[in-house]
């Protein structure tokens, strides 16, 4: 009997990003048992730390902020967006600096480690200093190596794709893509090739520019007013002849910002993903052109694949990450990716050179979207990550660390 102490009260999301793909599950209160590759397991949800010795013992970041731990190792020095990371962390040192061993599932949805970049960036100093001091324990991340070299300079920590996942259904409400992308399938479209922006950072402020300098039919350009933050106030006025899904303006009516879902994935579904056949991918830190060492996977890569929606990147991170981890094929335009990457000029030549031909180059996408949908679904319905890392007992792991 494997034994895992949650140190967590009990809540369905949180079992299942822990639990799923038991084999004879058996919930009763605080408890769930079950069989996973021919082994019993055994989770006890209790928010009391102990140290009985009989089991691994758990504490995940989510959790932990829900229940409210966090509040007293808040620090003001940092900004609001990071604290979310920093207060977790010198909460684990705090209540585990007498142990070892523990598993500290810290799907973040966020990159993580920054000192092994060809770049800086301060609050990512920080958060990768304070996890330094949990060397002792396995810290269980949606961040992967994509580089061999610098995975094994971090021993104690490990990719959980599976769980990932649920964590995005925890957060995101992420399974309802697939069902979007049964709609998706059975429509014909206006639009061939859709770039869309929420978040108006400087490179996809570049991107809007630069595409909307093609003038190309078939090709849709927009954005929204959902995230009004200083990026999106500096940038407002030079993109005013791009298409604006407004969230605020309107009538009373028509307005969506006092609208349940709003800020989250109905917008993004019915505004974006239903709008073309094919989307350009932009993921969170597509604006440097480096190759990265370590990324994560935001729901931005996540939703297209599980609707099966096909789609070109402006970065290739994405792309090198889901060729490792799901065993595929190369994305069909991974070279332009690579050679445009960070350069919102080239890439939209990238683009004017897809579109000369898109029906043949969409083609060899949805080949290619369709192949890692099919192993994606079949991951997240039959295996656990952090299972398997618990059957492995952490030590093998570095062996599952490919170089790409």
């Known amino acids: 009997m494997i034994k895992f102490y949650i140190h967590h009260s ?63 190792f808040w620090d003001y020095s940092v900004s609001e967006h990071e604290n979310d990371s920093i207060s977790f962390i010198k909460y684990c040192q705090h209540v585990l600096q007498n142990r070892k061993g523990w598993i500290i599932t810290f799907f ?49 920590f490990h990719f959980a794709f599976t769980n990932t996942i649920f964590q995005w259904n925890e957060s995101w409400a992420i399974r309802w893509y697939v069902e979007v992308g049964e709609i998706h399938k059975r429509l014909n479209f206006d639009w061939n090739l859709v770039y869309s922006v929420r978040n108006h950072k400087w490179n996809r402020v570049q991107n809007l520019i630069e595409l909307n300098k093609l003038g190309m039919k078939g090709l849709l350009l927009q954005r929204s007013d959902s995230l009004q933050n200083d990026w999106y106030w500096r940038y407002d006025a030079r993109l005013d002849g791009i298409k604006k899904n407004s969230i605020h303006e309107g009538s009373d009516f028509d307005r969506l910002d006092y609208i349940k879902g709003h800020d989250g994935y109905l917008d993004t579904f ?35 694949i599980l609707a099966g929606i096909p789609f070109i990147s402006t970065h290739s991170y994405p792309l090198d990450i889901i060729k490792v981890v799901l065993e595929v094929e190369d994305h069909p335009f991974i070279n332009q990716t690579r050679k445009y990457q960070g350069n919102p000029k080239e890439f939209s030549s990238f683009v004017s050179f897809f579109m000369g031909d898109f029906n043949f180059n969409c083609s060899k996408c949805e080949e290619w979207i369709n192949s890692v949908k099919t192993k994606m679904l079949k991951l997240l319905r039959e295996k656990n990550s952090l299972l398997d890392l618990s059957l492995l007992d952490f030590k093998e792991m570095q062996k599952k660390r490919q170089i790409i």
Do not use: C
Request: proline share 2%; aromatic share 14%; glycine share 4%.
């Open 270 to 304: 019915f505004r974006v993903l239903l709008m073309g056949k094919m989307q350009i991918l932009d993921e969170s830190w597509a604006w440097n052109d480096v190759t990265y060492t370590s990324q994560y996977l935001s729901e931005k890569t996540i939703g297209l």
């Open 10 to 72: 009990y809540t369905q999301t949180l079992d299942y990003k822990i639990t799923h793909n038991l084999s004879e599950a058996v919930r009763e209160e605080n408890s769930v048992k079950g069989k996973y590759e021919g082994h019993d397991f055994h989770f006890i949800f209790n928010p009391e730390l102990n140290d009985a010795e009989d089991g691994y013992h758990l504490i995940d970041w989510y959790a932990s902020k829900r229940e409210g731990r966090l509040e007293e």
């Open 108 to 156: 973040r949805t966020e990159k993580l480690l920054i000192t092994q970049e060809s770049y800086d960036y301060p609050d990512l100093n920080i958060i990768e200093n304070e996890l330094d001091l949990l060397k002792s324990h396995h810290i269980i991340t949606d961040n992967y190596f994509i580089n061999q070299n610098i995975a094994y300079k971090y021993p104690h």
